[in-house]
């Protein structure tokens, strides 16, 4: 491939743009599909929303061993692996008979694939290949994936009402899974150094790291490094609330809740996709910013207009969509994600070059929170017969989160941070940061 190798940086965002949105495309399924496997297999909210919680959950814990695994085999081989194995996950759905079935495929066979190339790969990808405009960069790669899992929203919701349906949709969304392996074995570089180059905005080549010898403990060792520092706690559970409110509540549950209103599922996926339309506008946006102003205050202030947007959801609910909905649609879209780039800008600060690791744990308690909600919103509704309380309950909580972003201590550029990469069998202890 001829390149200008000072545009490969950007070649690279390209490809794991692509990648992360080809990863996206069966997580916008389970939404759409849940009323067509209800009618044919008579499955409940709770076993959709036990699925679903297993996948996300999965999808989190999986993330800090991956950003580990590509320490050792390279982001091309585990990138590739994982985007065959959502395409194998997705595409024998068109076999299952059975609930355990729904379990093993949607959740932990596309809970796995997709967690190798989750938010975590985000971070790898820029602290790799990007000296400046990294925020920038964790915007639109953090967009890819929310914003691709919403946009195919419309396409499976018709789909699944087509003459083949549900199992078109499937298939459909395994293919595009499994097109994008290819562009990944081919064209995909691992380091600047391989091509000769600095890390854009930087002025000299960085030698390319040792591989690890142990993916695994060198996963665990970052974990036990990072838990001494204050900030990855808070860090963490802001996120855990992130994904709640996110992935687990309007990602799993906005269709259903919308249809207990009356509404059409393809004019409430209609709606979702257009939260990932502004979503890609609202995350590159933040990443933006995070280059300017302090991320802590940044956090605080998404958190907080979410929670808001959250607590008066359950009145926007109609037969029809409204004016008032399709405003909530715009905010909610630009806030869905807009919290990843100062939370990995965060992670940076107070974990330099460990910060892909360290964020793919984040990242776990991210999934975490929004297998939790997944599940425990799908038994409420069959307990309640309505979603009401949960979206009061996820709006309290973002306004929480806010509170633990603002508690995150700022460091001084003349701080050291912690640095726990090379070799995790070497047992020297790491540099340690005292909050």
């Avoid at 395409?87 to 190798?116: E, K, P, Y």
């Avoid at 996120?239 to 209103?261: R, V």
């Amino acid at each position: 491939m001829t390149l200008d190798k000072r545009a490969w940086p950007w070649a690279i965002a390209g490809i794991s743009f692509v990648a992360l949105l080809g990863a996206a495309a069966f997580r916008s399924t389970p939404g759409a599909l849940v009323d067509p496997l209800k009618q044919e297999f008579g499955w409940s909210n709770g076993t959709m929303g036990l699925a679903m919680s297993v996948n996300m959950a999965l999808y989190g814990i999986t993330a800090p061993f991956a950003s580990a695994l590509t320490e050792r085999f390279g982001v091309r081989r585990i990138t590739a692996g994982a985007m065959t194995l959502i395409a194998l996950g997705s595409g024998l759905t068109l076999f299952m008979t059975a609930a355990w079935q729904l379990v093993l495929l949607w959740g932990v066979m596309v809970g796995l694939g997709a967690g190798a190339i989750s938010l975590g790969f985000v971070a790898t990808i820029t602290t790799r290949w990007f000296r400046t405009r990294q925020g920038l960069v964790d915007g639109i790669l953090s967009a890819s994936s929310a914003t691709g899992s919403l946009l195919f929203l419309p396409l499976v919701a018709a789909l699944a009402q087509s003459t083949g349906g549900w199992r078109s949709a499937a298939a459909v969304v395994s293919l595009v899974a499994l097109s994008t392996v290819p562009l990944i074995l081919f064209f995909f570089r691992e380091y600047p150094a391989d091509l000769g180059i600095p890390p854009y905005g930087a002025d000299e080549i960085e030698p390319r790291p040792e591989p690890t010898r142990s993916a695994a403990r060198l996963a665990v060792r970052t974990l036990y490094d990072a838990a001494h520092k204050p900030a990855f706690w808070l860090m963490a559970l802001a996120f855990a609330i992130c994904g709640a409110s996110t992935n687990g509540l309007i990602q799993t549950h906005f269709i259903p809740s919308a249809m207990d209103a009356g509404m059409p599922s393809v004019a409430a996926a209609g709606l979702l996709s257009l939260i990932g339309v502004f979503d890609l506008l609202g995350t590159v946006f933040s990443g933006w910013l995070t280059d300017r102003i302090d991320p802590r205050l940044l956090l605080a202030t998404f958190y907080v207009l979410r929670g808001v947007s959250l607590l008066v959801l359950p009145s926007l609910f109609g037969q029809s969509i409204s004016g008032p909905m399709l405003v909530f649609v715009v905010f909610y879209g630009m806030d869905f994600l807009a919290t990843v780039p100062p939370t990995v800008a965060l992670c940076r600060e107070h974990f330099g070059m460990s910060a892909g690791i360290v964020f793919g744990w984040v990242f776990a308690s991210h999934q975490l929170g929004a297998g939790i909600a997944a599940a425990a919103a799908g038994l409420a509704r069959d307990s309640l017969g309505h979603y009401a309380p949960v979206w009061h309950v996820a709006g309290f909580l973002s306004i929480g989160a806010a509170l633990l972003s603002l508690s995150v201590r700022h460091l001084r550029p003349t701080e050291p941070v912690a640095v726990t990469g090379g070799d995790p069998l070497d047992e020297r202890p790491a540099e340690k940061v005292h909050d």
